[in-house]
């Protein structure tokens, strides 16, 4: 049972470059996120989709765009990366069933931009 | 918004010993309350939650109280072992239209010493 699988696990940009960070789930949830984890600041919320077809930003989205391609995957886009983005992603998917239900998260993609 | 603060940031205790982690949080409506750990280079993995319903909780040596009078809730973990050792989260979710948005504190490193 993979759950919630991110791709890359590392990378390194330059300024001003472009990246995809992938997420998919196999749990058929409904909801997924995106949260950047920096140090001593928790996880911080970019963008998330409560259900196939929708987005919302969240806490921090600016320089950010996502995509929800279908159900299972989420896809979060650095048009042009700056040196602030450097930070540690994670993706999040949520059970469809009852509203106070857990996050399950992904092992993270850690990005840093030169 | 929701504003979740938690102490200590850094928690070292020898083997054996119990853990307390404090969460404080300020909207009133927030009914569910989840806790996380973090493994170095993993994603965050729930290991207890509560509902504002019940006040305690217990798993093995894992317990969260909350305290809904004075917005509070902790986790504590007794007998502590080495591999206890990791970064842990509070968070709080308050009903926002349907959507499920939890508020998460900036984290708690513990370190237990064999």
């Known amino acids: 049972n993979a759950g919630v699988t991110q791709t890359p696990k590392f990378q390194v940009l330059k300024t001003g470059q472009s990246m995809t960070l992938q997420c998919a789930q196999d749990?058929?949830?409904?909801?997924m996120y995106w949260y950047r984890q920096d140090p001593g600041m928790g996880l911080r919320l970019i963008y998330y989709?409560?259900?196939?077809?929708?987005?919302d930003k969240g806490e921090v989205p600016n320089g950010y765009n996502v995509s929800r391609l279908n159900k299972r995957e989420f896809s979060l886009r650095l048009e042009s990366a700056a040196p602030s983005q450097t930070s540690v992603y994670f993706c999040?998917?949520?059970?469809?069933?009852?509203?106070?239900?857990?996050?399950?998260f992904g092992d993270g993609t850690r990005l840093s931009i030169l | 918004g929701e504003n979740v603060e938690q102490h200590p940031s850094t928690l070292s205790v020898q083997e054996g010993d119990s853990a307390v982690i404090k969460c404080t949080y300020s909207?009133?409506?927030?009914?569910?309350f989840p806790w996380y750990k973090q493994e170095l280079g993993k994603g965050p993995q729930l290991i207890i939650d509560?509902?504002?319903?019940?006040g305690e909780k217990k798993d093995q040596r894992i317990a969260v109280t909350l305290n809904k009078t004075a917005k509070h809730f902790s986790l504590h973990i007794t007998e502590t072992q080495p591999e206890d050792s990791a970064v842990y989260f509070c968070a709080a979710r308050a009903p926002s239209g349907g959507s499920y948005i939890p508020t998460f504190g900036r984290g708690t490193s513990l370190i237990v010493h064999p």
């Open positions: 999040a998917s949520r059970a469809p069933t009852g509203l106070n239900q857990p996050q399950h």
């Open positions: 509560i509902r504002s319903n019940v």
């Open positions: 749990m058929n949830h409904n909801s």
């Open positions: 909207d009133s409506a927030s009914n569910y």
């Open positions: 989709s409560a259900s196939e077809g929708t987005t």
